[in-house]
């Protein structure tokens, strides 16, 4: 049923995902689906566990750094496999047993490197929020290069460049070399992943120096 839902999740996108249509993908009447599933929250909450599933825990060894942006990573990639997927995600509650164990890997490891309470539940929060978004950002990205095409997307952004009006804006070139680059997404995820392990190394070193 889950791989009959990422069907029609890739064929209609998350809007249009319905009871009906994963019936008709499976070749069966309406009402046996709702021997799973009450409704499309319901549907959804599976297939959030489905995607928690996919994500690996880091090996409990490494350091907290390492486990938090191992974790982050995965969870982008897990999101990014299946169509609005972090939409996903961002619309059911971690209530199975994957998601929570990803939580609770997080909130050990904040919580053994010195963090109080507070601040290790904030700092799963801001991570998982920070992939979310990030994950919709790109996805939203995706539709947006499909619909309007490539060729017209390049021509816009070409035009852009060439405007005489605002060849004397400093940020124009480096903007000319981030949209050529082909892991452009991967860039900025991970750049904005090290700044914020990077301020909470800063909170922690002020932790430990009260």
């Not at 801001?126 to 992939?131: G, H």
């Not at 309007?148 to 952004?157: A, R």
């Amino acid at each position: 049923m889950i791989l009959a839902s990422l069907e029609v999740l890739q064929k209609n996108g998350i809007q249009n995902l319905s009871m009906r249509k994963v019936a008709e993908a499976m070749n069966v009447q309406a009402p046996a689906i709702y021997w799973h599933f009450k409704n499309k929250q319901d549907l959804l909450q599976g297939l959030a566990s489905y995607i928690s599933s996919q994500i690996e825990l880091p090996d409990p060894a490494l350091p907290w750094q390492e486990k938090a942006r191992s974790l982050a990573i995965r969870s982008h990639n897990a999101m990014r496999e299946i169509p609005d997927g972090a939409e996903i995600m961002m619309k059911t509650i971690p209530i199975d047993i994957h998601r929570l164990q990803m939580i609770d890997c997080l909130f050990i490891a904040f919580l053994d490197a010195g963090f109080t309470e507070d601040q290790t539940l904030a700092l799963c929060n801001l991570i998982d929020n920070y992939v979310t978004g990030i994950a919709i950002d790109e996805s939203s990205q995706d539709r947006t290069l499909q619909e309007v095409g490539p060729d017209k997307i390049h021509g816009l952004f070409a035009s852009m460049f060439e405007r005489e009006d605002a060849q004397h804006l400093k940020v124009l070139p480096a903007m000319r070399k981030h949209a050529e680059s082909e892991n452009r997404f991967d860039l900025n995820f991970l750049f904005g992943l090290d700044v914020i392990i990077a301020g909470a190394e800063k909170l922690l070193a002020s932790n430990e120096g009260v």
